[in-house]
T-cell receptor, first 111, second 116 residues
Framework: KNEVEQSPQNLTAQEGEFITINCSYS?????LHWLQQHPGGGIVSLFM???GKKKHGRLIATINIQEKHSSLHITASHPRDSAVYIC?????????????FGTGTRLQVTL | NAGVTQTPKFQVLKTGQSMTLQCAQD?????MSWYRQDPGMGLRLIHY???????DQGEVPNGYNVSRSTTEDFPLRLLSAAPSQTSVYFC???????????????FGQGTRLTVV
């Protein structure tokens, strides 16, 4: 069993839909990252969080430390949101320099 | 502001050849790392460095060497390429370790390597 599990693996939505991507992890952490990887390969950091909720534009990330679960929400989705979204965790004992990554959720938003 | 510059973007090698993937950052970050990304798997850490002159192994270090002679540069060397090293490679940098909260990670554009 992977230490970081994402669901769903693939997601297709129509423009305007509300989207939720989930991330569950099994290790103790101090930091959780959400990353976005566009076709063509570049990876950008969307959020870092350890508690509560963060919002940036149409993106919202939440985390529940007790349940070891995080969600990434996209409101009013747009075709330009089509990408792979990756959850990564780190900061457990002895892992301050390392992240463990999920396999990603491939999102396709159609018109 | 260039961020993290990774070269080359694409490379084809023959089995047994050696090559160096270049990574440079201009943000004065202490922490740099190399990952490989394979289908169906999350990014896996190859090697990382917490500062000039300091490197350590990650999850999948075999077949790769690194050095960190300057803060800016962190090259990854493939000593004798094997088909199992066919992958997409990413370099990343951050102010400090990526497990530390509030440390944003900056990634290069990736190198798609094929070993035939």
């Amino acid at each position: 069993k992977n230490e970081v599990e994402q669901s769903p693996q693939n997601l297709t939505a129509q423009e305007g839909e509300f989207i939720t991507i989930n991330c569950s992890y099994s290790v103790g952490i101090s930091a959780l990252h959400w990353l976005q990887q566009h076709p063509g390969g570049g990876i950008v950091s969307l959020f870092m969080l350890s508690s509560g909720k963060k919002k940036h534009g149409r993106l919202i990330a939440t985390i529940n430390i007790q349940e070891k679960h995080s969600s990434l929400h996209i409101t009013a989705s747009h075709p330009r949101d089509s990408a792979v979204y990756i959850c990564a965790v780190g900061g457990g004992a002895g892992t301050a320099s390392k992240l463990t990554f999920g396999t990603g959720t491939r999102l396709q938003v159609t018109l | 502001n260039a961020g993290v510059t990774q070269t080359p973007k694409f490379q084809v090698l023959k089995t047994g050849q050696s090559m160096t993937l270049q990574c440079a950052q201009d943000m004065n970050h202490e922490y740099m790392s190399w990952y490989r990304q394979d289908p169906g798997m999350g990014l896996r850490l190859i090697h990382y460095s917490v500062g000039a002159g300091i490197t350590d192994q990650g999850e999948v270090p075999n077949g790769y060497n690194v050095s960190r002679s300057t803060t800016e540069d962190f090259p990854l060397r493939l000593l004798s390429a094997a088909p199992s090293q066919t992958s997409v490679y990413f370099c990343a940098s951050s102010y400090s370790g990526l497990g530390v909260l509030s440390t944003e990670a900056f990634f290069g554009q990736g190198t798609r390597l094929t070993v035939v």
